[in-house]
């Protein structure tokens, strides 16, 4: 069948299995999404291209499967690569398909044009620039190949609107083979019986488990290995809800914001399985005080980040899932309950808490929110001080229900995200825990939210300041609130009572709650300790039907703690300073 580059694009989508599509139309991309409509998939009309990104990567990380976002030419192009960079970052698998200036204009500096393939070169997993329409449905279906398999990752395919409008005949290719690529799937044979044996000489084992785990479904592979060799269970960031949390061997987060016993663990431990994790540095802290006196079993499907950070003593590349269920098969049963009753017992002394008084603390609100969500709900964040507290208290059931920007620390991220999992999953409870500088960042997604009937609820924790950084600034900085406050330039905070806040006692706020009511979705607003609860039950019953924004004013000098200060090692890890 003779079909045009347009028409060949949504052709792939549909053999793809996409099922929803995020972007805005331009004049380098209107064949394309001429095409689009007529083709019978779901197009969401996003109010920024950034949102498209993000709420395609939302997607990704809540399915599975690849997001898919288009943009135009130019700046719609260029306004995509936050998201993408959020998504390379994170190993998500992203398709981005975007408009270009005619094949004879490019390198002319026609109107709207920009060398995105070049831009992006460091920031995807691959790119192409297709020039004629032969070739197109061959590099739509390698991206997707790319994007899904190996590490995964976002991959942008550049079309001029030339190629989109010319035809050709289409055909297609079952099995994708790239002779280049070829990722690693099975673990090599000695290198996992060499970790097995390094877990039965272990007195003090540890697994410390990243987003791999999730991205390859290894949650149950994981759980069989840690129940058969009784280790004890470490988590970042990015695997939240990938081991579960009310199992005797789950330890909870580690690093710079985790646990006091999960970080003092990881430094007393004699063997470290590193499964799906990359030693960020937020997680290790000081490279040379990290984990001394451990020996070091890392698993990662990407070979690039074995020995990258730290020294390994036995690195086995392959995907998670295979790797782990192979190790639990073979370790036999063995017993580490010594070193489990430490643990617990370092976490009886130092538990993770927060002062329980009058006024409203974040982490009372996000303990309530997972309470009367059981822990189900689909959690996205923004970047700072709330997705700290998200990560300590809202502990998720399952994998794929936390979505947070982990290597990157995107702003404006949580709100687009928690509309990507909502279109996946738009009989779940899905919650954006967001602070009022990233929400800030793509409110402009309210209206995406209420014309395509995609209501999600937004807990902001609103302490009007650049929290995060305002922390740094007061603990070493000598508390000069140098351009972080969002409400005037004085840097001044009111400390919080039980009587809660005033807006008018400040010299400007937003006002969220009118926001929210301009954009037809509910506003909600808590000042009082006391109106917490029966708020949330609220929030969760109307965000059934339509979109609820919830602005819940804190203490602007509530701090996250635990915390090991950078540069330090695990072991300096300051539990509070009040």
């Not at 929030?539 to 540069?567: C, Q, S, W």
């Amino acid at each position: 069948m003779e079909m045009t580059g347009a028409q060949i694009v949504c052709e792939v989508l549909k053999r793809e299995g996409v099922e929803v599509v995020f972007g805005i139309p331009g004049g380098a991309n209107l064949p394309l999404n001429d095409a689009l409509g007529l083709s019978g998939l779901r197009f969401v009309l996003t109010r920024h291209e950034q949102g498209a990104s993000h709420m395609a990567d939302g997607y990704a990380r809540s399915t599975g499967k690849a997001g898919v976002c288009f943009a135009t030419s130019g700046p719609g192009a260029t306004n995509l690569v936050t998201g993408l960079a959020t998504a390379n970052m994170d190993s998500i698998p992203v398709v981005a398909i975007t408009g270009q200036v005619k094949t004879e204009a490019i390198g002319s500096d026609a109107f709207q044009e920009a060398d995105i393939t070049g831009i992006t070169r460091p920031i995807t997993k691959h790119n192409f620039l297709v020039k004629d329409v032969r070739d197109l449905r061959r590099a739509l279906q390698e991206a997707f190949h790319i994007s899904t398999t190996g590490r995964p990752g976002p991959v942008l395919v550049d079309i001029p609107v030339d190629v989109q409008r010319a035809k050709t005949l289409f055909d297609w290719e079952d099995e994708i083979e790239i002779r280049s690529y070829k990722p690693t799937v099975t673990g090599h044979p000695n290198q996992i019986k060499k970790a097995i044996e390094l877990i039965k000489e272990s007195k003090r084992p540890l697994l410390y488990v990243g987003g791999g785990v999730v991205l390859s479904g290894a949650s149950e592979a994981l759980l069989k290995l840690a129940e058969k060799a009784n280790i004890p269970v470490a988590w970042t960031l990015m695997a939240n809800g990938a081991f579960p949390p009310d199992h005797v061997l789950h330890l909870g987060p580690l690093g710079m914001h985790g646990k006091y016993s999960t970080n003092i663990a990881m430094q007393k431990c004699d063997l470290m399985i590193a499964a799906g994790a990359r030693f960020d540095d937020r997680v290790t802290g000081k490279i040379a005080a990290f984990s001394p006196n451990s020996k070091k079993i890392h698993i990662d499907i990407d070979p690039a980040n074995i020995a990258k950070v730290v020294q390994t003593h036995c690195p086995v590349v392959g995907d998670l899932k295979s790797v782990l269920t192979a190790m639990a098969d073979g370790v036999p049963k063995l017993d580490h309950s010594d070193w489990v009753k430490e643990i617990l017992e370092m976490d009886r002394q130092n538990p993770l808490t927060y002062k329980k008084d009058d006024i409203v603390r974040p982490q009372y609100v996000i303990e309530e929110l997972r309470r009367l969500t059981k822990g189900d709900a689909i959690i996205t964040t923004g970047v700072g001080q709330h997705q700290m507290w998200a990560m300590q208290w809202y502990w998720c059931n399952k994998p794929r229900h936390f979505l947070t920007s982990g290597g990157l620390g995107t702003m404006g991220y949580g709100y687009p995200a928690s509309l990507g999992a909502k279109f996946a999953f738009p009989d779940k409870t899905v919650v954006c825990i967001d602070g009022d500088a990233s929400f800030q960042m793509t409110a402009c997604e309210l209206t995406t939210a209420t014309v395509e009937k995609c209501p999600v609820l937004v807990l902001i924790i609103n302490n009007y300041f650049l929290g995060m950084v305002r922390q740094w600034q007061e603990l070493f900085y000598d508390k000069r609130f140098s351009s972080t406050s969002m409400t005037d330039k004085s840097g001044k905070s009111t400390k919080a009572s039980g009587d809660g806040f005033n807006p008018k006692d400040l010299a400007y706020i937003p006002d969220f709650v009118k926001l929210a009511e301009a954009h037809g979705a509910l506003g909600l607003r808590v000042t009082k300790k006391d109106e917490v609860t029966s708020t949330l039950e609220r929030a969760l019953k109307e965000v059934k039907h339509r979109t609820v924004v919830l602005d819940v004013y804190i203490n602007p000098e509530e701090k996250v703690f635990p915390m090991v200060p950078a540069g330090k090692g695990l072991d300096d890890i300051i539990v509070d300073m009040a």
